[in-house]
């Protein structure tokens, strides 16, 4: 089954603090595992994305921990700003021969408070 | 600047009306997809396209119509078969095959009933 189970469904963090989002999958036919930014009103824009080979990669306050065995993978945000109120899905793709079709997770609304 | 341009930003329809929704980029990309967005559920694939005069039904395409005649444009057709059309619909495109590319996104149409 090609599903991702995302979690918290809302998160409310103080200005400074670590936003964790968590993500979960059962397909291991995935191979690239994107996260997704989008602010009200807008499109979705790729915030960071990592390949289940790697087990961490970092992008300045963001930070993807992807454990292959578990199945699991979870963005940070280091020093979490009012900016990053935004909502976040995870993201996992699968190839089929062409055309990368993206199965997303049901999303995370972020507020950041100061 | 390139990228991905949906209009109109909002749309209204009528019992019993179809109404088409443009997708135009410039990206020079060769695949293109329609996703509809609704509160809890993330979004969810309607159409792809991979190349000019082909595309594909996704998870939920029943009272949904496409057509890529041009690279750069794939519109989206909401028939009167979709009895629940409210939702705010997403474009996207994508280089062919290659995973390591995003999906970049327009920033949406939403489709409201009268």
């Known amino acids: 089954q090609q599903q991702v189970k995302q979690s918290p469904q809302s998160l409310i963090v103080q200005k400074g603090g670590i936003s964790i989002i968590n993500c979960a999958y059962e397909n291991t036919a995935f191979d690239y595992f994107p996260w997704y930014q989008q602010f009200p009103g807008k499109g979705p824009a790729l915030l960071i994305a990592?390949?289940?080979?790697?087990s961490e990669k970092k992008e300045g306050r963001f930070t993807i921990s992807f454990n292959k065995s578990a199945k699991q993978f979870s963005l940070h945000i280091m020093d979490s700003q009012p900016g990053d109120s935004a909502t976040y899905f995870c993201?996992?793709?699968?190839?089929?021969?062409?055309?990368?079709?993206?199965?997303f997770g049901t999303g995370t609304q972020l507020k950041v408070e100061l | 600047d390139g990228g991905i341009t949906q209009s109109p930003k909002y749309l209204f329809r009528k019992e019993g009306q179809n109404v088409t929704l443009s997708c135009e980029q410039n990206l020079n990309h060769d695949a293109m997809y329609w996703y509809r967005q609704d509160p809890g559920q993330g979004l969810r694939l309607i159409y792809y396209?991979?190349?000019?005069?082909?595309?594909q039904k996704g998870d939920i395409a029943e009272g949904y119509s496409v057509s890529r005649e041009k690279k750069e444009s794939f519109p989206l057709t909401v028939t009167s078969a979709q009895k629940n059309p409210t939702a705010f619909y997403l474009c996207a495109s994508s280089i062919e095959g290659s995973f390591n590319q995003p999906q970049h996104f327009g920033d949406g149409t939403r489709l409201s009933i009268l």
């Open positions: 396209s991979q190349i000019v005069n082909d595309f």
């Open positions: 990592i390949r289940p080979d790697v």
């Open positions: 993201a996992a793709y699968i190839l089929t021969g062409g055309g990368n079709k993206l199965t």
